[in-house]
């Protein structure tokens, strides 16, 4: 057997298929194209533009329908890129200069991909791939290239860089598989794959040139790992991994309607991490038991002005409304850090993780904060919400929000419009000074959910996104153990709840040690609560106790997840199928 060609798995999964390379190279159409006069080549573009506007509102109609939302949301940036006048201006100049409709509109949208490439900020660098796109699609038009052809049968998309149209205008059914030469776990062909839990492999550099049309091609999402032309032997080994795969997977879905609880009856609330509320029914059939985080700058970020009180109202209300009964926690907007709002012009920041962003936004513009704060307790009365502020460091932060929410309430009832005064106020602890404060912040709120994201991050001094000190980012680092059993424990003698909505809720071993130190409520992505239950279910709360206590006194994060390693791994919950 050949050593497989490895890259970095970011969606996990086995897929088999046939490779379609999908990133289109444009060079030998353009050297065949012969230009006509001036005045042909600028209705040229002008007709494309047109005609990839309509093209791209049908894909962003049909994804709507299919309730693809964060899909239509890419396209339709997508849509507004071509109808931006600033493009037009610039295909128009780029023609006059070379005197070619499809070169022109290439390098106009070059160019204002490398203005995106140059920004420091991986989000908007990733951007410049979908400028390109955009280039290439009107390109492709004049030039009369058709997209890529689909057969019978189910292909792996293979190209250094893939447009995100060309993913998100195919049937999920059809692709296998997603294989990139470069592309960050950030970019908007990934964002899309994710969304439809598409097996996918990036960073393979140059050997993607390896792969031609038509090869057959295993790829591991999990491990990385590509097998191009695989021999009968490959073949037959992933054939079996495939099976196990199935397996797994109706084992899980066989878990679905049944309660995490221990052995001995301790029960822990399992929820969900959504964008949009369009993820509430995905979310329900892996057995979530409501929203444990709704991460409302996506109703922003899906907007190209400041969404109003009413547009925010019936999205939070159709989310609350899917839970039917279960909790459903609306974080208030986290904007800054990694997810920018270009409609809010916020200046470059040196550090954006610890600059102008989530409450301090919220805390500084009424305009955007009473509005949300409204349209959440107007939701509140089709079921069980609750709201709940990102990044707080402090007492006086809390007594502000709870201020505005008072405010929010009295504007409310002298504007006629009804709304619940039960939704429960809550706090994610995400910075360490959060944490340490518990006992204070406590006093006010209903309810702690961790982001462990955050804070591991604040807590460690280590960047979330940087890969070359990914090892350094460890949920089981004493630091950070210390800071959710402190927060944890400060709830419980508050009597309000704890939960946590960080990536650590994910992990299996974590929940038992979570269980251990009281938690009682775990959000994370869907996909993840089938194993998670089944970790909880295999235990007694007295084992967690008791490994917490063991695990407390250890010194190094590595050390106590081999150790939980060693100690949950003969229980049931690993056992597998
Ligand atoms: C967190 O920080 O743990 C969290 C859940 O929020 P986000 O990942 O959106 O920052
Ligand atoms: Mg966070």
């Not at 897929?15 to 065949?32: H, I, K």
């Not at 533009?49 to 329908?65: G, H």
């Not at 499809?102 to 420091?120: H, R, S, T, V, Y």
């Amino acid at each position: 057997m050949s050593e497989p060609i490895r890259g970095k798995g970011v969606i996990s999964g086995i897929a088999v298929g046939q490779a379609l390379l999908a990133g289109q190279n444009l060079d030998g159409y353009l050297a065949a194209y012969h230009p006509g006069s001036a005045a042909e080549e600028q209705s040229k573009a002008e007709a494309a533009l047109v005609a990839v506007t309509e093209n791209l509102l049908a894909t962003i109609e049909r994804l709507r329908r299919e309730e693809q939302a964060e899909q239509a949301a890419i396209l339709e940036a997508h849509r507004m890129m071509v109808q931006d006048p600033m493009m037009a201006e610039n295909i128009k100049s780029k023609i006059e200069a070379c005197g070619s409709a499809p070169q022109g509109i290439l390098d106009a949208a070059n160019e204002q991909a490398k203005i995106f490439e140059q920004m420091e900020d991986e989000y908007f660098a990733a951007r410049a791939v979908d400028l390109r796109d955009v280039g290439k699609r009107i390109a492709k038009y004049v030039l009369g290239v058709k997209e890529p052809e689909i057969g019978a049968g189910q292909v792996i998309l293979c190209g250094e860089e893939i447009e995100p149209s060309v993913v998100a205008g195919m049937p999920t059914e059809q692709i296998a598989g997603v294989i990139l030469g470069s592309g960050s776990a950030t970019s908007h062909v990934v964002i899309i794959a994710k969304a439809r839990a598409i097996p996918t492999v990036l960073g393979i550099g140059d050997k993607i040139d390896l792969i031609q049309d038509g090869d057959e091609i295993i790829l591991d999402g999990s491990r990385g790992d590509i097998i191009i032309r695989p021999t009968e032997a490959e073949r037959s080994l992933y054939q079996t991994k495939i099976e196990e795969q199935k397996k797994l997977a109706a084992h899980y879905a066989a878990l679905k309607d049944l309660p995490a609880v221990t052995k001995d009856g301790v029960r822990i609330e399992l929820t969900a991490n959504i964008g949009t509320h369009m993820d509430v029914d995905n979310a329900l059939t892996y057995g979530a038991e409501g929203v444990g985080l709704f991460r409302s700058e996506f109703v922003f970020m899906g907007s190209t002005t400041i969404p109003t009180e009413e547009d925010q109202f019936k999205a939070y209300r159709a989310a609350v409304e899917k839970c039917g009964g279960h909790i459903c926690v609306i974080r208030t907007m986290d904007i800054g850090g990694d997810k920018p709002l270009p409609y809010l012009n916020i200046a470059p920041e040196e550090n954006p993780f610890l600059g102008y962003r989530a409450l301090r936004i919220s805390l500084d513009r009424h305009d955007l904060f009473l509005p949300q704060i409204k349209a959440i307790l107007r939701a509140g009365l089709y079921g069980k919400a609750a709201m709940m502020v990102p990044m707080v460091i402090s007492v006086s932060e809390i007594q502000r929000v709870l201020k505005l929410v008072e405010q929010a309430k009295v504007e409310l009832a002298h504007e006629g419009k009804e709304y619940s005064d039960d939704v429960q106020i809550g706090i994610m602890v995400e910075t360490p000074a959060a944490a340490v404060v518990s006992p204070l912040l406590s006093q006010y709120v209903d309810f702690f959910s961790i982001g462990t994201n955050d804070l591991i991050q604040y807590t460690l001094a280590v960047d979330r996104g940087n890969a070359q000190i990914a090892h350094l980012y460890n949920p089981f680092n004493p630091a950070v153990l210390r800071l959710v059993q402190g927060t944890i424990q400060s709830a419980r003698e508050r009597g309000i709840w704890a939960g946590m909505c960080g990536e650590m809720a994910s992990d299996p071993y974590a929940a038992v040690i979570l269980l251990g130190m009281g938690i009682t409520e775990l959000s994370m992505s869907a996909p993840s609560i089938p194993r998670v239950k089944e970790m909880i279910r295999s235990v007694t709360s007295t084992q967690a106790k008791e490994l917490l206590a063991d695990v407390m006194k250890m010194e190094h994060g590595v050390e106590i997840r081999a150790y939980l390693h060693k100690m949950l791994e003969s229980s049931d919950a690993s056992a597998g199928v």
